[in-house]
């Protein structure tokens, strides 16, 4: 379990691979967002960024960003779901109130689709 203010990251590639063949997934111009039941723990969260994205300076500034956002708005996200996020080219020079907007955006949009809220 992460500590006070840390998340809890997937880093398996085979829970990866699950979310995305059972979840739902919702889009914006920026990210895409799945969500998958990962029977009834608290968030994790996985980031997905291509190489067509930029350079390893840039993959990791986003990386970051997106973890912090994350971080700071947990009650977005509602427990027991695994949420991944794929990271479209057009990111690569968002700000992090950009960041933050595209997030709670896309985490409305997934909760009318899992009819959480």
């Known amino acids: ?4 203010g840390s998340l809890e990251i997937i880093k398996k590639n085979n829970h990866y691979r699950k979310i995305y063949g059972q979840g739902v997934s919702v889009a914006d111009r920026y990210l895409v967002l799945y969500a998958c039941f990962n029977g009834g723990y608290e968030p994790r969260f996985g980031f997905s960024i291509s190489k067509k994205v930029g350079k390893a300076v840039v993959r990791n500034r986003l990386r970051r960003l ?10 977005l996200f509602f ?5 991944v ?3 479209r080219r057009e990111s690569a020079l968002l700000d992090f109130q950009q960041v933050t907007s595209s997030i709670q ?3 409305a949009k997934i909760g009318k689709r899992l009819n959480i809220r």
């Open 79 to 83: 427990y027991g779901y695994d949420f």
């Open 1 to 4: 379990m992460g500590g006070l």
């Open 85 to 87: 996020f794929i990271v």
């Open 105 to 107: 955006h896309l985490s």
């Open 66 to 75: 997106l973890k912090e956002v994350c971080r700071l708005n947990t009650q």
